[in-house]
């Protein structure tokens, strides 16, 4: 829960600020708050705000949309497309009724002998109740269909599930009907002076892109600071033995 404008506990002298507690009731106190939860977080009311947030900015939530992208990584043991001169692929199923899939192999940026196919939003909804395996199966039979032959099984997998992790709730905001630009830049607006919003929901220009949650971070920064422009430098972690 994110509070602002409001005085801190009796046992120190008052002062307005922000106190944000935790589920396990730990308790942070400042003068402001950064809050870059998702979009799809946000639309499930969490984390509770008191003061409420502004109608306006409730309603843009709202508006706008915050759609599946997921993906379905394999690695084999070697990179059996190469051999048919494919190192992606854009995938287009005889059958109308389902979708088109890019194929990205990352051998081709020193990943190794992996394919990672990108299943979009309607096609990500029909897989997220097919059962555990069957975006795997599903992406070798894909395969297979498309080179002419059955393909090796891979030597590991991973399926992302964007709209099941309760911290995402989905994995980009988009502009639906009803919707526009502006709803992105208004809950790109501070709520009560204090309480700071960044994430690539927070602005118009580059929703749904890694870039624009940065460049929204940049913006929040010099808010917060009162100043132009801010540096940003890399902290290299040290290496281990």
Known sequence: MCGWAGPCPRSRPPRVGVRVVTADGTAEEGSHVVVTVPLGVLKRGVPRFSPALPRDRLA???????????????????????????????????????????????????????????????????????????????????LAGTFGRPCPE??????????????????????????????????????????????????????????GALTSGIREAKRLLGTPAVRLAVNHAPKGD
């Open 60 to 142: 843009a939530i709202g508006r706008l949309g915050f759609g599946r992208f997921e993906k379905v990584a394999l690695r084999f043991a070697g990179p059996f497309w190469r051999q048919a001169g494919s190192p992606h692929l854009m995938v287009f199923p005889r059958d109308p009724e389902k979708w088109m899939v890019w194929v990205m192999g990352l051998d081709a940026f020193g990943g190794g002998p992996a394919l990672v196919l990108f299943v979009l939003h309607s096609a990500a909804e029909r897989l997220a109740g097919a059962g555990a395996d069957a975006p795997v199966r599903g992406a070798l039979g894909m």
């Open 154 to 211: 891979p030597v590991a997998v991973a399926v992302t599930s964007w709209a099941g992790d309760r911290w995402a709730g989905g994995a980009y905001t988009h502009i639906p009907p009803g919707a526009s630009p502006a709803d992105a830049g208004l809950l790109g607006e501070p709520a009560g002076g204090r309480i700071l919003f960044a994430g690539e929901h927070t602005q118009g220009a580059r929703l749904a892109y890694a870039d």
